[in-house]
């Protein structure tokens, strides 16, 4: 393996149906303009309650990509 330099950056993602379908939501979308995703990392998961019950979730993730040469 040679030596890789990694930028990251934060995404936070949301969904209906559960914290890692919003961390796949914010991954894909990201990977669709940045290139050589490698990593993430759940920073933060919180939610949204509406009349006593989960309305969505969100997930804050770092991600990193390797820097092009």
């Not at 995404?11 to 669709?32: P, V």
């Not at 303009?33 to 969505?56: L, N, P, Q, S």
Request: net charge negative.
């Amino acid at each position: 393996m040679s030596d890789h330099v990694y930028k990251s950056l934060e995404l936070t993602g949301s969904s209906k149906q559960s914290s890692d379908e919003a961390i796949r939501i914010a991954i894909e979308r990201a990977s669709k303009t940045i290139r050589d995703i490698r990593w993430f990392h759940v920073i933060d998961v919180r939610g949204h309650v509406e009349d006593g019950k989960v309305a969505y979730w969100q997930a804050t993730v770092k991600i990193g990509f390797t820097l092009e040469e």
